[in-house]
């Protein structure tokens, strides 16, 4: 693989919203920290900074078996038999994972978004989702690259049971931007018989927080990356012995 200038871990403020519009109009938002994790460098991830930890309880940190299969083999060969089974052929150079930490030990992680890096650019995008029962579904997507430093939307139909409040019939459509500087993500979702708005094909992932007439699952909503740097202490100057009396 090429030497990559991007950290092992990435740090994001960012803020999630839920929006429903039926049968009342109801949103809510909140702020949460985003890492994105290198999964083939979590041996340099957990060497800094010293309020995070790979494997190991901390302030924030990783664990690996809470995603994919949960332990039983490796996350990146996990991720490159759901890809490949989701029709990219060509190897994966690179796997980011965009997540929750854990805080204090304590999980909790509703999605988690793998993003495929091949050679050539970003391949593909899965979305490895959660319900409350402990039961976990991935949506495998191919992606191509949009305007303005976004993906193409993609959409797929709701396979996985999340919430009661959730029929099955639905479709999710997603607009998302690759992690950078910034991190955009919005899931939308209708009925599965009926078409997308015009307005909704045409908006921006960065839009997140418009009421309009479908409703956002979820929208990670222009978390920016921070810079967490931690400096050694200065080293204290040698204190000059006193002159024999």
């Known amino acids: ?3 990559d200038p991007r950290p092992a871990v990435s740090f994001y403020r960012s803020h999630v919203a839920h929006v429903r519009v039926r049968p009342h109009p109801h949103r809510f ?3 949460v920290p ?3 994790v290198d999964i083939d460098r979590l041996d340099d991830a957990g060497k800094l900074p010293p309020i995070f930890s790979v494997g190991a309880f901390n302030l924030m940190s990783f664990k ?3 995603h994919g299969a949960r332990g039983a083999r490796p996350l990146r060969e996990h991720v490159e038999a759901l890809v490949r089974n989701g029709g990219v052929t ?3 150079e690179r796997i980011e994972l965009v997540c929750m930490p854990r805080v204090l030990g304590s999980a909790f992680n509703p999605l988690s978004v793998f993003y495929c ?3 050539a650019g970003l391949a593909a995008v899965v979305y490895e989702v959660r319900n409350t029962f402990g039961e976990r579904h991935s949506y495998v997507m191919r992606v191509e690259a949009g305007g303005g430093g976004s993906l193409a939307p993609h959409e797929c139909d709701k396979l996985f049971y999340v919430s009661p409040f959730m029929d099955m019939a639905l479709r999710y459509r997603f607009l998302a931007t690759a992690p950078g500087e910034t991190l955009n993500l919005k899931i939308k979702y209708r009925e599965s018989f009926r078409p997308f708005a015009p307005s909704v094909l045409r908006e921006s992932c960065a839009d997140w927080f418009e009421l309009d007439a479908d409703s956002v699952l979820l929208g990670w909503g222009d978390g920016r990356r921070e810079t967490v740097r931690f400096a050694p202490p200065p080293a204290s100057e040698p204190t ?3 002159a024999p009396r």
């Open 1 to 3: 693989m090429r030497p």
């Open 29 to 31: 938002s909140y702020a």
């Open 34 to 36: 985003l890492i994105c």
């Open 64 to 66: 690996p078996s809470d």
């Open 90 to 92: 060509s190897g994966l």
């Open 117 to 119: 890096w091949s050679p």
């Open 240 to 242: 000059a012995s006193p």
